[in-house]
């Protein structure tokens, strides 16, 4: 199947800090891609739909100002976590489409950790 | 919106049994995918069976089978001979046929399997 990596796979911050997730699909181009939260032991959560060229699409109750997505290429999506909190502590995974198979890939997730 | 219920948080199975997984689901439309992904300990999400909703022939994926209701709004899973290597989070997952492609997700089932 078709690769999608993240970088960093792990990050510890400071609180106040501001952390950048990246997310590539390494194979394909996609177009749309998709950002979710993990808290331990629970689903995935859909935080933010993220398409090539256009603003995101926020989930209720995420805060867009705070979870800063740009999808300036058609392999590249990066999350940013402005001003991180303990609270912002979670494990992120994001996907990718393939449109010509119109099937959605998952990165390997990262884990933010903020003291 | 749609909504995914997956009923049992945990479900034990002895090595080279077979063992159903349950997910039902809501929604209104009448075209849509049904998926079922695996997270293992490492948390990569791995993508394990697709179902369309016009089909009415389940999926099979090797030793992974689907039973598909759509009159009931079930989707279970089916693992036969169960290996060591399918302990792992299963989610059940849905997509409208149309709308952002976005993945609604259940809460998941923990599967243990036992030597």
């Known amino acids: 199947g078709a690769v999608v990596s993240q970088h960093p796979s792990w990050v510890i911050c400071k609180s106040g800090t501001s952390v950048k997730i990246e997310c590539r699909s390494l194979d394909f181009q996609a177009t749309t891609m998709f950002w979710y939260r993990q808290f331990p032991k629970q689903s995935l959560m859909l935080m933010a739909t993220?398409?090539?060229?256009?603003?995101?699409?926020?989930e209720q109750g995420v805060e867009k100002d705070k979870f800063l997505i740009n999808h300036a290429s058609l392999t590249l999506s990066t999350l940013t976590v402005t001003s991180a909190h303990p609270e912002d502590s979670s494990f992120y995974i994001c996907?990718?489409?393939?449109?010509?198979?119109?099937?959605?890939?998952f990165g390997p997730g990262t884990r933010l950790t903020v003291l | 919106a749609q909504t995914v219920t997956q009923s049992q948080p945990e479900m034990s199975v002895q090595e080279a049994e077979t063992v159903t997984l349950s997910c039902t689901y809501d929604t209104s439309e009448s075209d849509y995918y049904l998926f079922w992904y695996k997270q293992p300990p490492s948390r990569q999400m791995i993508l394990v069976i697709r179902?369309?909703?016009?089909?009415?022939q389940n999926a099979t994926e090797n030793r992974f089978s689907v039973n598909f209701q759509k009159a009931a709004k079930s989707f279970s899973l089916k693992i036969s001979d169960s290996q060591l290597g399918d302990a792992a989070m299963y989610f059940c997952?849905?997509?409208?046929?149309?709308?952002?492609?976005?993945?609604?997700f259940g809460g998941g089932t923990r599967l243990m399997v036992k030597p």
């Open positions: 179902q369309e909703a016009y089909k009415q």
């Open positions: 997952a849905y997509r409208s046929y149309n709308a952002g492609n976005m993945l609604t």
């Open positions: 993220s398409n090539e060229g256009s603003k995101a699409t926020y």
């Open positions: 996907s990718a489409r393939d449109t010509l198979l119109d099937t959605q890939y």
